[in-house]
């Protein structure tokens, strides 16, 4: 899953980096700092509203893991010492939108599929711990196809109680899974490892709907996503908050565009209406 978290106008900034970037993001409500767990873009999802070109993309690509803590400590200085301001597509940001809100795990494709999942989040929570900066949290940005590889398990054993998993939900049925996420996704597991997640820690879940083919998602479809969400709720699930958003870069496909916010304000209503969950439109 690569995961769109950049708001118009504010892409990626990898300052000449190769798996730490900065972004404005509209998700994590100011700047969050990117960790790209999938150089090689791999990714076990096909959705429609990614803005990633995978057709001559590698199969597999390593983390260079010093390299990767060698970027973190350069990204973390320039954010938290205000150099970041230099950059040219932070000339115009007001101050409080470049502070730091996270560390995420995200980037071109599914973080949970790298092998070096565990090491990755060791060497980021050790630079929090002894690189003497101010606290920041750690989030991971998953589809939730990977939650129950024994590797994604240790690494997520080193989040606190106040880092996040934020995980996609983007359908309701499993047929508009299938046309929105990719023949192999599958709404049952992804249903699965959510509950079996937030069973023992709160996730943020976060929905995208688009426009497909010159169509918004169809009513019934809400209806049925509002029941797995309502239904996740009922089984145990601790859900923090549901982020209802939509396509935000020029996506891949040209079949999908970005649905209205008056669309997207509407699902969101139907969410609270129904489960009482906290919801918000970003």
């Known amino acids: 899953m690569s995961v769109n978290d950049d708001a118009p106008g504010h892409p990626r900034m990898y300052a000449g980096r190769h798996f730490v970037y900065t972004v404005l993001s509209p998700r994590a409500g100011g700047l969050m700092i990117g960790i790209n767990?999938?150089?090689?873009r791999d990714c076990n999802f096909a959705c429609a509203y990614c803005d990633v070109e995978r057709a001559a993309s590698p199969e597999s690509a390593p983390v260079a893991l010093a390299a990767l803590k060698r970027e973190l400590k350069q990204t973390l200085a320039?954010?938290?010492?205000?150099?970041?301001?230099?950059?040219?597509?932070?000339?115009?940001?007001p101050e409080?939108?470049?502070?730091?809100?996270?560390?995420?795990?995200?980037?071109?494709?599914?973080?949970?599929?790298?092998p070096q999942f565990a090491e990755a989040?060791?060497?980021?929570?050790?630079?929090?711990?002894?690189?003497?900066w101010?606290?920041?949290?750690?989030?991971?940005?998953?589809?939730?196809?990977?939650?129950?590889?024994p590797t994604v398990q240790a690494g997520l054993k080193m989040f606190t109680s106040t880092d996040e998993v934020w995980v996609k939900l983007d359908a309701g049925t499993?047929?508009?899974?299938?046309?929105v996420n990719g023949p192999e996704a599958s709404l049952e597991m992804v249903l699965g490892n959510i509950l079996?997640?937030?069973?023992?820690r709160p996730v943020v879940?976060?929905?995208?709907?688009?426009?497909?083919?010159?169509?918004?998602?169809?009513?019934?479809?809400?209806?049925?996503y509002v029941r797995r969400l309502r239904e996740l709720k009922d089984a145990g699930a601790r859900i923090a908050e549901v982020q209802v958003y939509s396509a935000s870069r020029a996506p891949a496909n040209p079949h999908c565009r970005h649905l209205p916010l008056r669309s997207l304000s509407g699902i969101a209503q139907a969410v609270r209406g129904a489960t009482g969950l906290k919801v918000r439109v970003c």
């Open 37 to 40: 767990l999938n150089p090689g």
């Open 78 to 93: 320039e954010v938290l010492s205000g150099r970041l301001r230099a950059h040219p597509a932070c000339r115009a940001v």
């Open 96 to 114: 409080h939108l470049l502070q730091l809100k996270l560390v995420a795990f995200s980037g071109d494709g599914e973080p949970t599929l790298c």
């Open 121 to 132: 989040v060791e060497a980021v929570a050790h630079e929090r711990a002894v690189g003497g």
């Open 134 to 149: 101010p606290y920041f949290k750690l989030a991971l940005l998953t589809n939730t196809a990977g939650l129950g590889r």
């Open 174 to 179: 499993a047929d508009y899974m299938r046309r």
């Open 196 to 200: 079996a997640l937030a069973r023992s």
């Open 205 to 224: 879940i976060q929905s995208l709907f688009a426009e497909l083919d010159g169509s918004p998602p169809p009513p019934a479809e809400i209806e049925a």
